[in-house]
T-cell receptor
Framework: SAVISQKPSRDICQRGTSLTIQCQVDSQVTMMFWYRQQPGQSLTLIATANQGSEATYESGFVIDKFPISRPNLTFSTLTVSNMSPEDSSIYLC????????????????FGPGTRLTVL | QKEVEQNSGPLSVPEGAIASLNCTYSDRVSQSFFWYRQYSGKSPELIMSIYSNGDKEDGRFTAQLNKASQYVSLLIRDSQPSDSATYLCAVIRAGGTSYGKLTFGQGTILTVHP
């Protein structure tokens, strides 16, 4: 499976500021995804990021709050804008395994996550 | 009704026993099913994927899928303390705008005690 890294691994931010999270993959992948995991909760998809097109956001998530870039097939960023304490979560990127056997190309692997605390 | 439901647990089993984790899903057009393991403070790690009705075995893990009952389970044989984690069931619907979208259950906390 692809090796995925995220930066930063954690951060503590002040209310009203913005943080950009980077996701780097060691191989080219078509689809990248951004998830949020609030404390004690499961994962919720924020958006799908495809290279060369605008990100597709899930219900409850908007581009002004979570702008996403996908400049190439190995890299994506998620920005959490105008942060409030409610944005304190773990943010995870995932990728589809483009080298997976046929019939399993929708298998997703996750990066290590970015733990964000907003004061 | 939640799209993907799991018993939140915690589920406690003795070392060496079989741990049985269950998941139901609401959307009949779901096509792909996954079990992830998440240790505290870590990201989810894929354990099993299953796409067809029946059983799929990988080492100590067996995934079972019954599309008619909209039910997927994970059995862990010879449970070890290192299996103690949160197990997440995830589902992908077929095609269209749902392509690639993983919908997760709330997770089941498993504790294996020596």
């Amino acid at each position: 499976s692809a090796v995925i890294s995220q930066k930063p691994s954690r951060d503590i931010c002040q209310r009203g500021t913005s943080l950009t999270i980077q996701c780097q993959v060691d191989s080219q992948v078509t689809m990248m995804f951004w998830y949020r995991q609030q404390p004690g909760q499961s994962l919720t998809l924020i958006a799908t990021a495809n290279q060369g097109s605008e990100a597709t956001y899930e219900s409850g998530f908007v581009i002004d709050k979570f702008p996403i870039s996908r400049p190439n097939l190995t890299f994506s960023t998620l920005t959490v804008s105008n942060m409030s304490p409610e944005d304190s979560s773990i943010y995870l990127c995932s990728v589809e395994d483009s080298l997976a056997p046929r019939g399993s190309t929708d298998t997703q692997y996750f990066g290590p996550g970015t733990r964000l605390t907003v004061l | 009704q939640k799209e993907v439901e799991q018993n939140s647990g915690p589920l406690s089993v003795p070392e060496g026993a079989i741990a049985s984790l269950n998941c139901t899903y609401s959307d009949r057009v779901s096509q792909s099913f996954f079990w992830y393991r998440q240790y505290s403070g870590k990201s989810p790690e894929l354990i099993m994927s299953i796409y067809s009705n029946g059983d799929k075995e990988d080492g100590r893990f067996t995934a079972q899928l019954n599309k008619a009952s909209q039910y997927v389970s994970l059995l862990i044989r010879d449970s070890q303390p290192s299996d103690s984690a949160t197990y997440l069931c995830a589902v992908i619907r077929a095609g269209g705008t749902s392509y690639g979208k993983l919908t997760f259950g709330q997770g089941t906390i498993l504790t294996v005690h020596p």
